[in-house]
């Protein structure tokens, strides 16, 4: 059965891709000011995203023929670090999210975007692409879809977000 160092998304993603991201958008978010509407975009963010990592954990909990691996060893049935992963994915996509929508929303809206800012929101952005990369290249360990159907959420959270920060630079 595969355990968790069988999957790059788990140990190089979880371990490196994942807390640079959020250490560079914490960075970004601290040092820019705050701008109006942070509070109700970074709260929407984190809440879609947070559904979203829901969604994904039930679908491959849901999932009638996964490959079994050392969070789920049976379909339908979590193990307690199973269980564990679960929260951690959920609150993953919201935090991060949430830190997303607020570092986009004040670096769109202030006045002056110091270059190391910019440099860190792409960097953090880089980090997410690198990790969706390691989570889709796992889907290939992982038939059955629940890992691909937790790529589509990704990107499909990432198109939402890509389109709302769009249309708030179009509007500037």
């Known amino acids: 059965m595969p355990g968790l160092f069988d999957f790059a998304s788990a140990t190089w993603g979880d371990a ?5 991201m959020t250490a560079l958008l914490v960075y970004a978010v601290r040092t820019l000011p705050a701008a ?28 009638g023929h996964p490959r079994p691996n050392w969070t ?14 679960a929260a951690f994915v959920t609150a993953m996509c919201a ?8 570092a986009l929303n004040r ?9 190391p800012v910019v440099a860190a929101i792409a960097a953090a952005i880089a980090c997410g692409l690198v990790f969706t990369a390691l989570l889709a290249a796992d889907t290939h360990a992982t ?30």
């Not at 670096?107 to 270059?115: C, E, G, I, N, S």
């Open 16 to 20: 490196l891709a994942l807390p640079a």
């Open 36 to 63: 109006r509407g942070d509070r109700p975009f970074a709260l929407v963010a984190a809440a879609l995203a947070g559904a979203l990592g829901v969604t994904s954990q039930a679908l491959w909990l849901a999932a």
């Open 72 to 85: 789920l060893p049976r379909p339908h049935r979590f193990t307690a670090a199973g269980w564990y992963h």
């Open 95 to 102: 935090l991060i999210a949430g830190l997303l929508a607020l």
């Open 107 to 115: 670096v769109t809206l202030a006045a002056r975007r110091p270059w």
């Open 143 to 172: 038939p059955g879809g629940a890992g691909l159907a937790g790529v589509l959420l990704a990107l499909v959270a990432l198109l939402v977000v890509g389109s709302t920060v769009a249309r708030r630079v179009a509007h500037r």
